[in-house]
């Protein structure tokens, strides 16, 4: 699987990433910065990488309709703390060998994970 850390998550979760056969990148690795959604979601789909990120606008999925990406995680948590979105990482990571991402939308919560077509 290839992943790419949005810029409102800390490079540091990429860590998490290394016991499993993981490719991560960070937008801010590539400078993407401060890039309107539309650009970063666009190089994710070039790379053939899933979005994992905190904004919710990745959620729309008229705007953004999972079948046309390898896979979209918008992390919907009550408190942003690093604690938080940590353990939220390492619940979507554990399902990852059940369930499939390729063309859905993850919506990781404190305690489920929904998925949509």
């Known amino acids: 699987m290839r992943f790419k850390l949005d810029e409102n998550l800390s490079p540091s979760l990429a860590v998490l990433f290394s016991a499993t056969t993981a490719d991560v990148h960070t937008?801010?690795?590539?400078?993407?910065?401060?890039?309107?959604?539309?650009?970063?979601?666009?190089?994710?789909?070039?790379?053939?990488?899933?979005?994992?990120?905190?904004?919710?606008?990745?959620?729309?999925?008229?705007?953004?309709?999972?079948?046309?990406?390898?896979?979209?995680?918008?992390l919907r948590l009550q408190s942003q703390a690093h604690s938080f979105v940590e353990?939220?990482?390492?619940?979507?990571?554990?399902?990852?060998?059940?369930?499939?991402?390729?063309?859905?939308l993850w919506i990781v919560e404190e305690h489920r994970v929904r998925i949509h077509e």
């Open 27 to 74: 937008v801010t690795e590539q400078s993407l910065n401060g890039r309107p959604d539309e650009r970063v979601i666009d190089v994710c789909k070039r790379e053939a990488r899933t979005l994992i990120t905190l904004d919710l606008d990745f959620a729309n999925i008229q705007a953004y309709p999972p079948s046309q990406y390898s896979g979209i995680v918008v």
């Open 87 to 104: 353990a939220a990482v390492r619940q979507m990571l554990k399902l990852l060998p059940q369930e499939p991402l390729i063309g859905l």
